[in-house]
């Protein structure tokens, strides 16, 4: 078997009464985009601070690249870190930004020029680099970041929410950006997130936390359509539950007025169910209907907006339908507790 890039073994970390980290276990692969994904508190950053080396852990070992770093200073690791808020010198220009690292270990200049602007040719700022970061735009400052920690080659990269700060349509060029940075560059990433869309979209493979704990660690395919605990199916997505079953969303067909039957209308699946609109919310691309079954369960279904209007959407609400989907598309849970009930 190949030696992994991070090889995490019964990780703790406590903070007085607090257990930040109870016992992780994680073995990441080289040049894998590997994101840990959870709920504000969940450990993740705390799990990278230790793979860092900002924290001592209160037991358990990390191993980079075979090798066990678990009593080494940060330096002494060949990890980077990119944090949320970037952390830019204001007073340098984005250059000067990118090139600090290898001034402080003493790069010869030269070189660290070369290697800056190497750096700021992969994240396309080679035309910006007499900047300051005010004079840049949120996604800008995000890239030299990001370039600053790529001018060291190192061979795990560790990325604390670094998108975060950006808004909705910045933060999805971003990400295209980030995965193909990473790609080219044959890095490993460790991205931290909170958010499921970003975690699904970027990642080989995910580790769902929660309360300092690993729930799952799968593809994203996986953890989405094979949810193995209440806790990742309820914050993975939206999971119905209908009787023992569990549905997604977007695999529930919605048949208003018998227009299931129609050609070209929504597929009808070999699972039924009769209920009531109780809301309807047009999103552009989707509607997202809440429908009352008769059976008293409520459920939320996704349907593309492929021939209908926001006028024909908004007038199904208190309309009687059926709904169906496909029996392949039901997952069982077999953890106790109750998943979050779907929110309209
Ligand atoms: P996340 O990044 O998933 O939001 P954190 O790793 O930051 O989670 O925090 C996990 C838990 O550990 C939280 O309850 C947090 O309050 C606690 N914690 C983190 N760092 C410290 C610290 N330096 N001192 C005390 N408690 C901390
Ligand atoms: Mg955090």
């Not at 349509?169 to 958010?195: C, P, W, Y």
């Not at 199904?316 to 598309?329: F, K, L, M, Y």
């Amino acid at each position: 078997m190949p030696v992994s890039a991070v090889r995490i073994r019964d990780l703790r970390k406590t903070f007085g009464p607090v257990e930040a980290v109870a016992g992780v276990d994680l073995d990441i692969r080289d040049g894998e985009f590997f994101s840990m994904l959870g709920p504000s508190g969940s450990g993740k950053t705390t799990v990278l601070r230790l793979i860092a080396g900002f924290e001592r852990p209160t037991s358990g070992t990390i191993e980079l690249g075979g090798r066990d770093v678990t009593g080494l200073a940060p330096f002494d690791r060949d990890v980077n870190t990119v944090f949320q808020d970037y952390a830019l010198f204001p007073h340098l220009d984005v250059l000067r930004n990118v090139e600090y690292g290898m001034k402080v270990r003493r790069v010869p200049k030269a070189e660290r020029r070369e290697r800056a602007l190497e750096a700021l040719r992969s994240v396309r700022l080679e035309g910006m680099r007499a900047r300051r970061p005010a004079e840049l735009s949120g996604g800008q400052r995000q890239r030299v970041a990001l370039a600053r920690a790529l001018v060291n080659e190192p061979k795990v990269l560790l990325l604390d929410e670094p998108l975060g700060a950006l808004d909705l349509k910045l933060r999805e060029e971003m990400q295209v950006e980030l995965k193909s940075i990473q790609r080219r560059a044959g890095i490993t990433f460790v991205f931290v997130t909170h958010d499921q869309e970003e975690a699904l979209t970027l990642s080989d493979r995910i580790a769902v936390l929660d309360g300092g704990r690993v729930q799952q660690v799968g593809t994203p395919a996986e953890v989405y359509e094979r949810p193995a605990t209440e806790f990742v199916a309820g914050f993975v997505g939206t999971t119905n539950r209908i009787g023992e079953v569990c549905v997604r969303p977007e695999k529930i067909h919605v048949h208003v007025d018998g227009e299931g039957e129609r050609e070209g209308g929504p597929d009808t699946g070999d699972r039924q169910a009769l209920g009531t609109v109780a809301e309807v919310v047009y999103a552009g691309a989707v509607t997202r209907y809440v429908v009352d079954l008769e059976s008293g369960e409520r459920v939320v279904a996704l349907q593309q907006n492929l021939r209908t209007s926001s006028m024909d959407v908004m007038g199904r609400r208190g309309a009687r339908v059926r709904i169906s989907w496909h029996e392949a598309h039901e997952f069982h849970l077999s953890g106790a507790g109750s998943a979050p009930a779907p929110a309209p």
